[in-house]
């Protein structure tokens, strides 16, 4: 029943949706029939050309969320286990968090140009955020008889860290990544709306301006379906490599 309560939730609000465009109380150019929306599906996976402006798309978000796992499980091991590092970047973090990035990003095409590299930046500051932060608590609580026992083993600080710390965090770093990895393509959809010519972004924003909502709704179920596959590909990578500890949970 689990596994088919959520395909039968997404029934309900296709039977929904294909009832209003049907009942002529909304225009079409709001709720277009399913059958247009499928047809532009088709249409996207036939084109190439298409299927390229996706690729660039989840390059762009996967090149910031990339910079921003390395950056940020960096950081969060400093922070987690160094004092000092903490009281300095804690509160910078903390009282950011709640800044939207992307009123910055207008300096940052001003700084990089409106081609990729602009976009990337701001996706990365955007993801670092979650990753740094839930790096910092998941190296701050490892357990002290772990670390004891590399110690009195005569493990070295770096060795401590690399075989210990790191390890023990792996939980917390991967929840930092299901946060950040919905968040970049997030971005990279906004900031190719506002300045692109190329992208999913660009071809949500065109496709609206040319009054083809059909298929506007078709980008937009093919971004639902990167980041679905991204997720799934995610927690994948997880349960491989964070195989000691399992997310019961989410696998019922």
Not at 156 to 177: D, E, K, Y
């Amino acid at each position: 029943m689990n596994r088919i309560l959520p395909f039968a939730f997404v029934g309900v609000l296709l039977v929904a949706w294909e009832a209003l465009a049907r009942s002529g109380a909304w225009s079409p150019l709001l709720f277009p029939p399913l059958a247009k929306i499928f047809d532009q599906l088709v249409y996207f996976f036939s084109r190439p050309a298409m299927l390229g402006e996706a690729l660039v798309s989840v390059e762009r978000a996967l090149g910031g969320f990339a910079l921003a796992a390395a950056v940020g499980i960096a950081l969060g091991v400093v922070m987690g286990r160094s004092r000092l590092v903490a009281a300095l970047l804690d509160p910078l973090f903390s009282g950011t968090y709640a800044v939207p990035k992307l009123a910055l990003f207008p300096i940052f095409i001003f700084v990089f140009g409106i081609g990729s590299l602009s976009k990337v930046a701001l996706i990365f500051l955007e993801c670092l955020y979650p990753i740094v932060i839930m790096t910092y608590h998941g190296a701050r609580d490892v357990n002290r008889v772990l670390l004891w026992s590399g110690q009195n083993m005569g493990a070295s600080r770096a060795q401590i860290l690399r075989r210990i710390v790191v390890p023990a965090a792996a939980p917390f770093i991967f929840a930092g990544f299901r946060v950040a990895l919905p968040v970049a393509m997030i971005v990279v959809v906004i900031t190719e709306m506002i300045s692109s010519a190329d992208g999913l972004g660009y071809m949500v924003i065109y496709a609206l301006s040319s009054l083809r909502t059909d298929r506007m709704l078709a980008v937009v179920v093919v971004i639902s379906l990167i980041g679905l596959a991204l997720d799934r590909a995610l927690v994948w990578l997880r349960n491989r490599l964070v195989y000691w500890e399992k997310l019961d949970a989410y696998y019922v």
